[in-house]
């Protein structure tokens, strides 16, 4: 059941709130082989169910969700609940306030059914990176669910929630849907509120939004979307009504297409796939058009500098001295800092500390972090100048399918390439979104990526709608 059909079919009380609170929970019961979830809301989940139809009962409107069940990335906090970024060194933190996105959809009437897997504090691309295990693929369990809120992705791939909400570094959100084939959108930096949001680097992080279709990212996204005064980063820019812009005509859309996103390195299957949905928008009247973007060449190298030394800097508050995990038996400070952050963080959060560090350090600073800082505007300009000719802009998400767990963990080069495709619609501060394309031979599937300039979230949803039809 979509969104809209779910409000419906509950204020007819056609559908149990409850019911579906239960076959929910029966689902993530028959695939917790799947890893997705760190923690599971029974009780909070069913007591919520009983107050939104109470309410219902007495003729009163709960809010546009009520009803929707919802599962929430293990960085963004709620209120008595544990917020472990899946890592040690928070294990046993349990958060004191809510997130602003938390806070909007449960004054909307969504129910929180629980915490989801990832890689630690949002560092990977595979969710292999989990003080609490691997996050497995729904479509073939040998396989990862992307990263770094592959857990996320799981809980509505298994329909065990109706949307989930994930966070975005570098396309953490874009490339877990891709590999599970559902719709993915990261909005625009500044659209939605990062208060409550655990940061990872904060000039790239931004929330998002997981669902089966269009319709429903739309309707997630409108919630959550808008100005919030705890939130520095948040911008005052309105909000349109998503829905009205679904079904808007989309043959006056001009679509550009890189050439260096459908160069070597990408799958030839995934190549034709994509090609195959232009070709047929073209078709049917859009202007779609091969375009340079030159400087994409630089986009890994000039993300992962930001990213790493903005989450060097940001880590540095996990020490044992205020919350989470503290190393025991120490004899001094300075060994009680040393022993906690070592015992505490990950192999991969501990590499990009390092690294962030390093390109942050007094002889290196102005080589590699002020570099990357400059490269990154040059990208940002081409970026727009390339939207004041083109509405979108179409990609492949990633370059392949899901990959076998185990197969790129040991070789972190390899893995930072996974995110080749979606880093500059972060590193430029855009929306961008993820729509399934299709299914590789290999029996899995593969997403398209289109991107639009900032705060045009209503085009991503107006061509992901038409892609949407065409493929039904």
């Known amino acids: 059941m979509q969104i809209s059909d779910i409000q419906k079919a509950v204020r007819q009380q056609k559908a149990s709130i409850s019911r579906?609170?239960?076959?929910?929970?029966?689902?993530?019961?028959q695939n917790s082989h799947l890893n997705a979830f760190t923690q599971v809301f029974a009780d909070q989940a069913r007591?919520?169910?009983?107050?939104?139809?109470?309410?219902?009962?007495?003729?009163?409107?709960?809010g546009p969700l009520t009803g929707v069940i919802m599962a929430i990335k293990d960085n963004?906090?709620?209120?008595?609940?544990?917020?472990?970024?899946?890592?040690?060194?928070l294990e046993n933190f349990v958060s004191p306030f809510d997130a602003t996105v938390i806070q909007r959809l449960r004054e909307?009437?969504?129910?929180?059914?629980?915490?989801?897997?990832?890689?630690?504090?949002?560092?990977?691309?595979?969710?292999?990176?989990?003080?609490?295990?691997?996050?497995?693929?729904?479509?073939?369990?040998?396989?990862?669910?992307?990263?770094?809120?592959?857990?996320?992705?799981?809980?509505?791939?298994?329909?065990?929630?109706?949307?989930?909400?994930?966070?975005?570094?570098?396309?953490?959100?874009?490339?877990?849907?891709?590999?599970?084939?559902?719709?993915?959108?990261?909005?625009?930096?500044?659209?939605?509120?990062?208060?409550?949001?655990?940061?990872?680097?904060?000039?790239?992080?931004?929330?998002?939004?997981?669902?089966?279709?269009?319709?429903d990212t739309a309707a997630i996204l409108q919630i959550i979307a808008g100005h919030d005064e705890k939130d520095s980063t948040s911008a005052e820019v309105e909000v349109v009504d998503y829905a009205t812009t679904i079904n808007r005509d989309f043959k006056e859309l001009k679509i550009g297409l890189p050439k260096q996103y459908f160069a070597d390195g990408l799958d030839a299957e995934i190549r034709e796939g994509i090609l195959k949905i232009t070709n047929e928008l073209a078709k049917q009247g859009a202007n779609v058009e091969e375009f340079d973007l030159p400087l994409t060449r630089y986009?890994?190298?000039?993300?992962?500098?930001?990213?790493?030394?903005e989450a060097s800097s940001n880590l540095a508050r996990y020490d044992g001295v205020r919350y989470g995990?503290?190393?025991?038996?120490?004899?001094?400070?300075?060994?009680?800092?040393?022993?906690?952050?070592?015992?505490?963080?990950?192999?991969?959060?501990k590499r990009r500390i390092l690294l962030g560090t390093y390109v942050l350090s007094a002889g290196y600073y102005d080589a590699y972090y002020k570099k990357a800082m400059q490269v990154r505007r040059l990208i940002k300009e081409e970026l727009n100048n390339a939207f004041k000719k083109y509405d979108v802009i179409v990609t492949p998400t990633t370059p392949t399918t899901a990959f076998k767990l185990g197969e790129k963990i040991s070789d972190p080069l390899t893995m930072y390439l996974m995110d080749i495709y979606t880093v500059t619609a972060n590193l430029a501060g855009i929306c961008a979104i993820n729509l399934p394309a299709g299914k590789h031979s290999n029996g899995l599937p593969f997403g398209l990526q289109v991107m639009a300039p900032a705060f045009r979230e209503e085009r991503l949803f107006q061509l992901g709608a038409t892609i949407e039809r065409m493929q039904s």
Do not use: W
């Open 108 to 215: 909307a009437g969504a129910i929180f059914i629980g915490k989801t897997n990832m890689d630690e504090f949002a560092m990977g691309s595979s969710s292999e990176n989990s003080y609490f295990g691997s996050v497995k693929n729904p479509l073939n369990p040998d396989y990862v669910a992307g990263g770094s809120s592959g857990g996320s992705a799981v809980a509505v791939a298994i329909g065990a929630c109706d949307a989930a909400l994930g966070s975005e570094t570098g396309g953490s959100i874009r490339q877990p849907a891709s590999f599970t084939g559902l719709v993915g959108i990261k909005p625009t930096y500044g659209r939605v509120s990062r208060y409550g949001l655990v940061a990872y680097a904060s000039s790239l992080d931004q929330i998002g939004v997981f669902a089966r279709t269009v319709q």
């Open 20 to 29: 579906r609170v239960e076959e929910a929970l029966k689902k993530i019961e």
């Open 47 to 62: 007591e919520r169910a009983q107050q939104l139809e109470e309410q219902l009962s007495a003729g009163k409107n709960p």
């Open 76 to 89: 963004i906090n709620i209120a008595g609940r544990r917020t472990t970024c899946a890592s040690k060194i």
């Open 325 to 349: 995990f503290r190393a025991p038996e120490v004899d001094d400070l300075q060994e009680m800092y040393a022993s906690t952050r070592s015992k505490g963080f990950g192999k991969e959060v």
């Open 299 to 309: 986009a890994i190298a000039t993300y992962y500098i930001i990213a790493t030394a």
